[in-house]
């Protein structure tokens, strides 16, 4: 049975997030933040549908400065739900969003360290003491600005964007995730600074578990017990996003982890808020149901008797159930059984579930961010028009990223990617190395398929 995790209490504007309160369900705009009518308008629409925070990407000061004409604004009207402001690179644009916003993400892999370019860097033990210096004084003028104003902070790490430094002592791996995320960690706790939480985010659903599991333990063995942000990074959109969300997600749910949670869906971001407050209310069945599916284990197959009223819910429960056990491989195959739907469908959810845990690959994979102000081209009707022309390439994982913030990272293990560089312009990847960059977009999705030609890609594979 589920024993959830007792973290602190991180106090963030009118709610507290971990300890004994319910867990927090939350969304990100895809509004450019200087556009303070369309981004109230969509902050309304993510907290009708239930998100009790909104996030907005604050890519500047400009953008973090007008966080308080969007505050206001919802306030007016009776909206006081917390915001946050989402900062990459420039460490000033965050002192400036706690002023406004109620709380505050930065990423460790872009706070101090330059953007991640994939090179090997080579330190004595006195000069990785001197890089971690640099975020120390870097970091505590922020803390004290938060301090003054009461603003909470999300440690948000991602896998796509490690830094070169974490990359090159620790690898790939999730010891360098979690430590890139106790680097900062260790220095909010001397300042005596506690409103904090925490995330590790990754578009592999087994590098996002492990790596989850592992800084609990990390912080267990350092007395802290920060509360926790879950969610899958880029896990696309449609019935595969809700799958490899539930996958991840779920996973640590029925292990007790998790205080708030984002289902990041290639989608407007009010969508995702269902999706992620039924995961929530599944905990308890999906507990029970991982014991019995675990219980039912023979010749490495998961035979799941599931019930569940309708089809999109017995994704969601099936994914869940065994996520865990599938991420951990406890089996490699898996039989689902339920009364109302045919063999064939069964099948397929669970082709779909053995691909979104990494053991199987049976169609093209979709690792595509869900858009936020940053983002440099129309998302949904690119993915549409990827989708369209690449489907029938079995195996092959393809990357659609709004921008370079997590793209060429987070795509790292994808075959190729098409990420936004600029407006207008989409730059192609195979694999980490960028091979067309600045291109036109009009000629952006046939030039993708040209370089996926040259190799003839045609297989099937597996992780």
Known sequence: MNTRRISSVCHVGSIDIGGQNPIRVQSMATIDTNDTEGCVAQAKRIIDAGGELVRFTTQGTREAENMKNISDRLKADGYDQPLVADVHFTAHTADVAALYCEKVRINPGNYVDPGRTFKHLEYTDEEYQQELKKIDDRLIPFIRICQEHHTAVRIGVNHGSLSDRIMSRYGDTPEGIVESCMEFLRIFRREQFDDVVISIKASNTVVMVQSVRLLVKAMDAEDMHYPLHLGVTEAGEGEDGRIKSAVGIGALLTEGIGD???????????????????????????????????????????????????????????????????????????????????????????????????????????????????????????????????????????????????????????????????????????????????????????????LIEERGERREESC
């Open 260 to 450: 708030t949670i984002r289902v990041s869906l290639s989608e407007e971001p009010e969508a995702e808020i269902p999706v992620a407050r039924q995961l929530v209310a599944l905990i308890p069945e999906c507990s029970l149901l991982r014991e019995a599916a675990e219980a039912s284990i023979h010749d490495d197959t998961i035979t799941l008797e599931v019930e569940a009223a309708d089809w999109p819910t017995l994704q969601l429960k099936a994914a869940m159930a065994v996520g865990a056990l599938l991420i951990d491989r406890k089996a490699h195959q898996l039989v689902i059984h339920h009364p109302q739907y045919s063999t064939q469908q069964l099948t397929s959810l669970a082709d779909a579930i053995l691909q979104a845990a990494r053991i199987k690959f049976t169609k093209t994979e979709y690792i595509s961010c869900p858009g936020c102000g940053r983002t440099l081209y129309d998302l949904r009707t690119t993915i549409a028009r990827i989708k369209a022309a690449t489907a029938h390439l079995t195996g092959l994982k393809i990357g659609i990223m709004g921008c370079i913030v997590n793209g060429p990272g987070e795509m790292a293990d994808a075959d190729y990617g098409y990420v936004g560089a600029g407006r207008g312009r989409i730059s192609l990847y195979r694999g980490k190395e960028c091979v067309l960059k600045n291109i036109p977009e009009e000629e952006a999705v046939q030039r993708l398929l040209e």
